[in-house]
């Protein structure tokens, strides 16, 4: 199905990038095309779905919906920022 690759795609580069950094994920905001035909309660049903038992159950998701059609991302789900536990370098 579609829709739940893209969000295991999703999923798999959040743990590829927090794989390089000291602090636990906490946050990540994603943005939503305008053309994705997929709502934002949706996607996060989705990423909720699929998080569970991984090392990322608990991060805190939020969507920015495009509404420009004509954006040149406008079909797509795109990983916009990730948002990582302070660690103190002590
Ligand atoms: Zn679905």
């Known amino acids: 199905m579609h ?3 893209l969000i295991k795609n999703l999923i798999d580069k959040i743990q590829e990038l ?5 602090g636990r994920p906490i946050g990540v905001r994603l943005r939503l095309g305008a ?4 709502s934002a ?10 998080i569970l038992g991984t090392s990322l159950e608990g991060i805190k998701l939020e969507i920015d919906e495009l509404k420009d059609i004509n954006h ?4 797509d789900v795109i ?3 990730l948002k990582f536990e302070e ?3 002590h």
């Open 3 to 5: 829709e739940q690759n």
């Open 35 to 38: 053309l994705a035909h997929m």
């Open 18 to 22: 927090a794989s390089d950094e000291p």
């Open 41 to 50: 309660a949706h996607l996060r049903e989705h990423f909720d779905r699929e």
């Open 79 to 81: 990983l916009e920022s």
């Open 72 to 75: 040149k991302e406008a079909q």
């Open 87 to 89: 660690t103190d370098g």
